[in-house]
């Protein structure tokens, strides 16, 4: 006999496996197909800030980004009980630099840290002007991403790596399955959760582009030295609770090329000591560039497409970290056939047909 499934999710990314787990909550069998090692692409390389505020989100993903953010501590919580792995949720806020013309166009009031606040909450700081305080959290989106793989083994997710998923196949105008370079698989209902290769995928070509950031890790000379993300609009610094401070980042258009270029992580390296000094005595860690999948108007595509049984959730950018667990609920109240808590219109495929 041949084995099938309820669904295939193409893509093994944070948006693929959160999905797949909502899926199987509710009884369904999955199979996710990477085309390399799951969570090694755009999660692994992401920064990891849940960063819903209203002065850099657009306003159409307002309101997804504030459900999604409200669900991260119990989502979290769920991983970390099953799976036993830290995923360093922090909630220290975030300091912002903004220019005040900026700050005045936000509806919310945010708090605004005179100098003598500033230096108290974060005194290596060398900035001590034009900062507001963000009620925001981060995470290790590595950690996170290997506690979803982890849970999604244990609620028994099939997976199969290294293995391209070329075309979504049809009959008679429905779903039956995907061929890869290796085999093919079947199941009634796939969804395209493949980020930047989204769009390599038949039989709808989908805007989707890879979107270049270059970034770093430097090693604190002391665990404490940042309790808060930084972010301004040069650069923006992520501390972890190990010690760690991630430093990022770039946004350029080139391609599937994952390379790091040394002026640029100079760059990125000097730009940090000058935000906070002690960092000359910071060592490089580790360097790398990861591929967000981007599309024309810098919002998702999520829902169903005009082939009965194929779905597509994947173009979040910057946001797919921040953004996993509303889109695995909503995607799975659609691939249910029932209506959403939130209208996908604004990112429907559609739009771009």
Known sequence: MVKTWDVIIIGGGIIGLTLSLELRRNGASVLVVERGEP?????????????????????????????????YPEFVHELQLECGIDVDLRDQGTILFVAPDHAKKSEIKLETLLAERLAEMEPELAARDGAVLLKERSVDPRALTTAALKTAKRREVDFSSGDEVTAVNLSDGCVTGVSTKKTSFLAPKVINCAGAWAGRVGPYSFPTRPVKGQML?????????L??????????????????????????????????????IQRLNRAAVAMVPELRNAKIFEDWAGLRPGTPDALPILGQTGVPGYYVATGH????????????????????????DYDLGAFSGARFQ
């Open 317 to 340: 950018f910057r946001d797919g970290i921040l953004l996993a667990p509303i889109t695995a609920r909503l995607m799975a109240q659609v691939i249910e056939g029932k209506t959403p």
């Open 39 to 71: 969570g090694r692409e755009a999660s692994y390389a992401a920064g990891g800030m849940l960063a819903d505020s209203i002065l850099e989100t657009p306003v159409a993903l307002q309101e997804l980004a504030h459900a999604s953010a409200r669900m």
């Open 217 to 225: 890790y430097l090693l604190s000379p002391r665990r404490e030295l």
């Open 227 to 264: 309790q808060h993300v930084i972010r301004s609009p040069e650069i923006y610094l992520i501390p972890r609770s190990d010690g760690r401070i991630l430093v990022g980042t770039t946004v350029e258009d080139a391609g599937f090329d994952k390379r790091t270029d040394i002026d640029t």
